[in-house]
T-cell receptor, first 116, second 112 residues
Framework: AQKVTQAQTEISVVEKEDVTLDCVYE???????LFWYKQPPSGELVFLIR??????QNEISGRYSWNFQKSTSSFNFTITASQVVDSAVYFC?????????????FGAGTRLFVKA | ETGVTQSPTHLIKTRGQQVTLRCSSQ?????VSWYQQALGQGPQFIFQ???????GRGNFPPRFSGLQFPNYSSELNVNALELDDSALYLC???????????FGSGTRLTVV
């Protein structure tokens, strides 16, 4: 069975602080995709990153960085120098690679509050 | 390039009624998936359509059904609405063989 756990329900930080959102996943598949999405109050899910299971290189994109560790089944997301506009719910997700029934499993989300 | 659009944005229905939600896929995308997101939870996969056929289904009863049209737009139909069906319904389109979704802003359904 596939499962995504985001143990942090809510995180509150002050602007300019760094914050890390944790994600742990379970899957029996040897190849899979991992995602992070942002959901602002407007409701739409905004794609942030996709990582293939065979690519364990960490990635940095501006203030965002991702640490994928297959050995611990974790895919953590760090925001550096947080801003008020980063306030949203963040979801980690897992899906099989391009099989019939492209089903993505989402975690329960972490609500991030960034205070000015 | 247009994104995914969903209609209506909000809807209130009475228990036992039927509802149809609509989704227009992003240009160039041929696969559409529907998700249910209850308050405070992550989205739950309902089903996916590719070439007008259901191509995968989550743990939802048969009263949840869908359609995909030749232009890749889609409908989600829910019969015999229950109070627990109250949720945000998200549509996502993708290109089969690709790896990521584009999500719409969702339809907020309230069943009273």
């Amino acid at each position: 069975a596939q499962k995504v756990t985001q143990a942090q329900t809510e995180i509150s930080v002050v602007e300019k602080e760094d914050v890390t959102l944790d994600c742990v996943y379970e899957t029996r598949d040897t190849t899979y995709y991992l995602f992070w999405y942002k959901q602002p109050p407007s409701g739409e899910l905004v794609f942030l990153i996709r990582r293939n299971s065979f690519d364990e290189q960490n990635e940095i994109s501006g203030r965002y960085s991702w640490n994928f560790q297959k050995s611990t089944s974790s895919f953590n997301f760090t925001i550096t120098a947080s801003q008020v506009v980063d306030s949203a719910v963040y979801f980690c997700a897992l899906s099989r690679i391009n099989t019939g029934g492209f089903k993505t499993i989402f975690g329960a989300g972490t609500r991030l509050f960034v205070k000015a | 390039e247009t994104g995914v659009t969903q209609s209506p944005t909000h809807l209130i229905k009475t228990r036992g009624q039927q509802v149809t939600l609509r989704c227009s896929s992003q240009s160039g995308h041929n696969t559409v998936s529907w998700y249910q997101q209850a308050l405070g939870q992550g989205p739950q996969f309902i089903f996916q359509y590719y070439r007008e056929e259901e191509n995968g289904r989550g743990n939802f009863p048969p009263r949840f059904s869908g359609l995909q049209f030749p232009n890749y737009s889609s409908e989600l139909n829910v019969n015999a609405l229950e109070l627990d069906d109250s949720a945000l319904y998200l549509c996502a389109s993708s290109f089969r063989g690709g790896s990521g979704y584009t999500f719409g802003s969702g339809t907020r359904l309230t069943v009273v």
